[in-house]
């Protein structure tokens, strides 16, 4: 049973496209969170919802826009997708904002 | 803002090696401290934590100590393994608030 689980796992697009990434939690968690990983290895935080309401909204281009639809999901639509865009993105879930964080294994996107 | 500086990789030791992965970091009041790890392919998961001062986390032989006085958390393991090849994030928690800051990574590489 995949507690933290992202579709799809690898994403080709070309720029200007619009994409989709889907996470959903089965931990029964209240707050979740979307990160970019950069091909350093580096980790920012994105968005974060808990119980359903934006908790965290960093500097991210508005073409970037997070979707909750209920406490176990937590979606990631990108509008007219850039090179810059290409990295891994991971979604994590925690029982409260800042908990221990469970991540999915992430979504390896590439913009041609 | 609140930062965690982690020591740049990548780490090279030789199986049953003494493992030392320096951290240190800037905050506000008494944050949550945390060491996550990334194995090829994978997403985060916690290692370790300690929520205050003088605490020690530990998980499968590694550990760190919670030092106020010198804003570290440095992670230790007594005889690394091939299989500890991975990258290992340190994070904090704002004391208070809702966000995690993750350090740079350290990569470490055991060889047999």
């Known amino acids: 049973d995949t507690a933290v689980s992202q579709t799809p796992k690898y994403l080709v697009t070309q720029m200007g496209n619009d994409k989709s990434i889907k996470c959903e939690q089965n931990?029964?968690?209240?707050?979740m969170y979307w990160y970019k990983q950069d091909s350093k290895k580096f980790l920012k935080i994105m968005f974060s919802y808990n119980n359903k309401e934006l908790i965290i909204n960093e500097t991210v281009p508005n073409r970037f826009s997070p979707k909750s639809p209920d406490k176990a999901h937590l979606n990631l639509h990108i509008n007219s997708l850039e090179l810059g865009d290409s990295a891994v993105y991971f979604c994590?879930?925690?029982?409260?904002?800042?908990?221990?964080?469970?991540f999915g294994p992430g979504t390896r996107l590439t913009v041609l | 803002g609140d930062s965690v500086t982690q020591m740049e990789g990548p780490v090279t030791l030789s199986e049953e090696a003494f493992l030392t992965i320096n951290c240190t970091y800037t905050?506000?009041?008494?944050?949550?401290l945390f060491w996550y790890v990334q194995y090829p392919g994978e997403g985060l998961q916690l290692l370790l934590k300690?929520?205050?001062?003088?605490d020690k986390g530990s998980n499968k032989g590694f550990e760190a100590t919670y030092r106020k006085e010198t804003t570290s958390f440095h992670l230790e393991k007594g005889s690394v393994q091939v299989s500890d090849s991975a990258v290992y994030f340190c994070?904090?928690?704002?004391?208070?608030?809702?966000?995690?800051?993750f350090g740079a990574g350290t990569r470490l590489f055991v060889k047999a």
């Open positions: 300690a929520t205050k001062a003088d």
């Open positions: 994590a879930s925690s029982r409260g904002a800042g908990d221990t964080q469970y």
């Open positions: 994070a904090l928690k704002e004391a208070g608030g809702f966000k995690t800051i």
């Open positions: 905050a506000t009041g008494y944050p949550s």
């Open positions: 931990l029964g968690h209240d707050t």
